[in-house]
Antibody, heavy 120, light 107 residues
Framework: EVHLVESGGGLVQPGKSLRLSCVTS????????MHWVRQAPGKGLEWVSG????????GYADSVKGRFLISRDNAKNIVHLQMNSLGPEDTAFYYC?????????????WGQGILVIVSS | DIQMTQSPPSLSASVGDRVTITCQAS??????LNWYQQKPGKPPKLLIY???NWETGVPSRFSGSGSGTDFTFTISSLQPEDVATYYC?????????FGGGTKVEIK
């Protein structure tokens, strides 16, 4: 059974950094791309970032490009989202998602999410 | 970026009704479109991929159609457990983009 567990969220001041982690189990991570999406309270879904199976291809939403960095360690079954220069607009639930295939594609399963609040 | 225009933003229908949601892409995305269901406090759940393919375990009352720029998602007979927000998402081009969502309620 696929499990994705996000961690690293919480309250952070504007301008600061935070690193989210997604620990995976129940599947062979190196065979799949991975994604992050977020959802501000009461708002819709926003795709944030994705990474191919070996990290060779990454993608970012325009709203986070240059500030966020996605990475993965297949040997440790973990995916990270480094978030820098955070602003109030980054306040949201962040969900880690398992890709359907090696390449970017789409996510077919999402974790339960972690809340990030950016506030002074 | 590809813009996904989803309508209506919300709808209210009776149990047993046929419900239709549309999603329009700002450019041709072939059939690289998903439909997700999200219930309050829960992560999204994939229902339909490649515009018209059922994800494993998804009831057959859910269906998707379309290609190019115009897509449709249908619930053939609305059930109480279908109360949720539904999102389309294109994955033809990075960045991936979602529609604004359709909140489905029971009348």
């Amino acid at each position: 059974e696929v499990h994705l567990v996000e961690s690293g969220g919480g309250l952070v001041q504007p301008g600061k950094s935070l690193r989210l982690s997604c620990v995976t189990s129940g599947f062979t991570l190196e065979n799949y791309a991975m994604h992050w999406v977020r959802q501000a309270p009461g708002k819709g879904l926003e795709w944030v970032s994705g990474i191919s199976w070996n990290g060779g291809t990454t993608g970012y939403a325009d709203s986070v490009k240059g500030r966020f960095l996605i990475s993965r360690d297949n040997a440790k079954n973990i995916v990270h989202l480094q978030m820098n220069s955070l602003g109030p607009e980054d306040t949201a639930f962040y969900y880690c998602g398992k890709g359907r295939q090696l390449g970017m594609g789409f996510a077919d399963f999402w974790g339960q999410g972690i809340l990030v609040i950016v506030s002074s | 970026d590809i813009q996904m225009t989803q309508s209506p933003p919300s709808l209210s229908a009776s149990v047993g009704d046929r419900v239709t949601i549309t999603c329009q892409a700002s450019q041709d995305i072939s059939d690289y479109l998903n439909w997700y269901q999200q219930k309050p406090g829960k992560p999204p759940k994939l229902l339909i991929y490649d515009a018209s393919n059922w994800e494993t375990g998804v009831p057959s009352r859910f269906s998707g159609s379309g290609s190019g720029t115009d897509f449709t998602f249908t619930i053939s007979s609305l059930q109480p457990e279908d109360v949720a927000t539904y999102y389309c998402q294109q994955y033809d081009h990075l960045p991936l983009t979602f529609g604004g969502g359709t909140k489905v309620e029971i009348k």
